[in-house]
């Protein structure tokens, strides 16, 4: 897994996190909390829902080291979460190094 000192890379790191935990409920179809998380834009466009460099002030971030019964964890217990402590330091990495999202980039597989 990455770590600090590791240059976190959307298409290895980021997006099968996001889409096994994330894209189910926050999609342009369902925006549960009113986040579509399936585009860099989309998350950019949600007040510090995805802060690039400032993990600390990105919910994206916060919402997963939330307390266990808290009602801002996400995934919250009823869909498995907390996630580990590995997926939410490569969150929390991802995020302070900027959160780099290669252009046009979704979450979302289309089929062909």
Avoid: F
């Avoid at 897994?1 to 099968?16: C, F, G, R």
């Avoid at 549960?32 to 990105?58: I, N």
């Amino acid at each position: 897994m990455a770590s600090a000192q590791t240059k976190i890379n959307y298409a290895d790191h980021v997006l099968p996190w996001v889409e096994t935990h994330c894209s189910k409920c926050h999609n342009p179809d369902k925006k549960k909390g009113d986040l579509d998380m399936t585009t860099r834009e989309s998350m950019l466009k949600r007040d510090r829902a995805l802060v690039p460099g400032d993990a600390a002030h990105s919910t994206v971030y916060t919402s997963t080291v939330a307390g266990v019964d808290s009602d801002e964890l996400m995934p919250p217990k009823s869909k498995g979460g907390p996630l580990p402590q590995h997926l939410t330091d490569l969150i929390r990495d991802w995020i302070d190094q900027g959160a780099a999202w290669p252009e046009g980039a979704s979450t979302m597989r289309m089929s062909a």
